[in-house]
């Protein structure tokens, strides 16, 4: 059945695009119903003489497609598993995806664990498109240290009609280990005593260093470096309990004739010499600039407007932010507007905007 008139487009150039809207369409099926097939036909008439009028034609399903899996580097991903100590009860939140082109509603969630059921859990929406993932939660106690994978079954009452069922079932990866000490540093750990000093000012720099393991770590150092050239000697640190930090200060000043982006780096255990639950959080960066810098900051409290101020479901509203730069150089940056739904704790809307 066609939808609304044909649509007439005047020109289009050699290896260009363009975006065609057609007539509102009124979808009168419920969002868990088998989806409508959706056809999109380019040169209708046969009008223009092509190499190729086999590649004329498009089509989608106008249905949810349920998916659950992790994105590459995401929590839970084989390449980054969630993880865990061993005898301690952790909550998990696996990435349920929609790659369809309608929402879905009320999808059934199930988590097995070398095929023995561990939990199940209902999710209220999940948006159609990838960005937009929902989380269901399991809460587990592992035993025994090593790599598991949970697989992850979505819509298991087989509610939502969907192109592919084959998709369903999907890989939560955790890694499980012993209890051991985790020195841990972080990029707001690193506190310069200016983050914009002037040219050939001398500052401090100190840094702090957590123990997120189990166990007490042994004595160790901290080690400071600008630009990957170590500031000062090592500065040893004392054993940790689990849960405790330590601040301690580089032994030597910071200056620099040279204006610009200077990379702040603290390590700890720098020779590797202390057994970790995790090798990879020992070392943080953060940059500070010498020199003019810009410095970019809301314009006031309550920066973030609306346009229209007054608005209800299903208006097109204009999210503003107000910003100013409080430093003494002009410069160009990116704002990037998130808009989240806090009661089904999903990304509804997501943008980016240069401003100079």
Known sequence: VQVGALKNVTALNENSTVMITSDPYTVTTAGSACGNVVEAF????????????NNNSREIILGAELSPYQINGEVGSASNPAVVRVFTNNQFFPAVRNI???????????????NNWIAADTIGQVKAGEIFSAHPSFSYLFTTAGNYVVKVTADTANLI??????NNEGDFHIRVVDSKPDLEVLSQYISPSSLNPNIGQAISIVGTV???GGQVTSPTVLRFL???????????????????????????????????????????????????EREDNNEATRAMIVGDAP???RSFAGAISFNPSGFVAGDSVLVNLSVKNQGVTDASAWIKFFIKDTTLATLTAIDSLPFS
């Not at 380019?42 to 009028?53: F, G, M, P, Y």
Request: aromatic letters at 2%; one cysteine or more; hydrophobic letters at 40%.
């Open 42 to 53: 380019a040169d209708i008439n046969n009008q223009v003489l092509e190499s190729d009028n």
């Open 100 to 114: 369809g082109h309608r929402d879905a509603s009320d999808v059934t969630v199930r988590f097995t664990l070398n």
């Open 161 to 166: 009609c969907e192109a592919n069922e084959s």
């Open 210 to 212: 957590k123990n997120m």
């Open 226 to 276: 600008v630009d990957d050239i170590q500031l000062g000697a090592d500065v040893p640190i004392n054993g940790l309990l689990p849960g405790k930090d330590t601040t301690v200060a580089a032994t030597a000043s910071y200056a620099s004739i040279i204006p610009g982006v200077k990379i702040m780096k603290l390590v700890a255990d720098p020779a590797n010499s202390m057994i970790e």
């Open 295 to 297: 410095d970019m900051a």
